[in-house]
C-alpha cells in the first residue's frame, strides 16, 4: 500500500506541475500513523484485477458477493467470503469471525445504521486454499467459533487449542 501511495503521490505532484508538498499535506494519500485513503486502497485492488465501488444506497444482496471493505473514522476492515462462509476480518478483533448469510444481512444493517461507508469488492479474487477443501474450511469456522468463545468467557473458553490452527504462519497476526 505504501508504494501505491506513493505513486499516486508522484501521480498527482506532476499533475500540480511538480509542485512540493510539504508539513501535514506532504501525501494525501497515506499519513504517518498508517491511515491509507480511499484511492490507495482502490488502486492497490485495480492493481490485483479487482474493481471497488462504494455502495451509497445500500447492499441489496450482500450474500451474492465475495467481498467488502468497510471504513468509519478512518479505520478499514474487509469482509471476505470463502465457500459459503463468511469471515470478518478486523484487525481490531483477536481473530477472523466467521458468520452466517443470516448474521450477514444483521451486519450489514447494523453497520450501515452506524454510518460505515461500504465498498463492494467484484473480480478475479485469488484462490484461497480453504474453498477446495471443505473439511479445512469446516475446521477455520470452528476456530473463529473457539477464539470467540473464550474471548467472551462462554463455555468453551477452558477448551484445549484446536489441533488446526487456522491463524498460524505469515500475514495472520
Not at 490507495?40 to 441489496?60: D, F, P, W, Y
Request: glycine content about 8%; charged content about 20%; overall charge negative.
Amino acid at each position: 500500500l505504501a508504494a501505491v501511495a506513493h505513486d499516486l503521490d508522484s501521480q498527482e505532484r506532476a499533475l500540480m506541475g511538480n509542485a512540493a508538498l510539504s508539513g501535514e499535506h506532504e501525501s494525501a494519500n497515506v499519513r504517518s500513523d498508517g491511515f491509507f485513503s480511499v484511492q490507495v486502497i482502490v488502486s492497490a485492488l485495480q492493481r490485483l484485477g479487482l474493481v471497488c465501488t462504494q455502495q451509497a444506497s445500500g447492499v441489496k444482496d450482500p450474500a451474492g458477493e465475495r467481498g467488502f471493505i468497510f471504513n468509519r473514522r478512518e479505520h478499514w476492515f474487509a469482509l471476505r467470503r470463502v465457500g459459503r462462509h463468511w469471515f470478518d476480518l478486523n484487525s481490531m478483533s483477536k481473530a477472523p469471525v466467521a458468520m452466517s448469510e443470516t448474521h450477514l444481512a444483521l451486519f450489514f444493517q447494523a453497520h450501515q445504521e452506524k454510518g460505515y461507508s461500504i465498498f463492494c469488492v467484484r473480480g478475479p479474487f485469488p484462490a484461497s486454499p480453504l474453498e477446495n477443501d471443505a473439511d479445512a474450511l469446516a475446521a477455520a469456522v470452528r476456530a473463529c467459533d473457539d477464539v470467540e468463545a473464550k474471548a467472551k468467557g462462554g463455555a468453551d473458553a477452558n477448551k484445549a487449542e484446536p489441533a488446526f490452527n487456522a491463524f498460524a504462519g505469515p500475514g495472520q497476526t
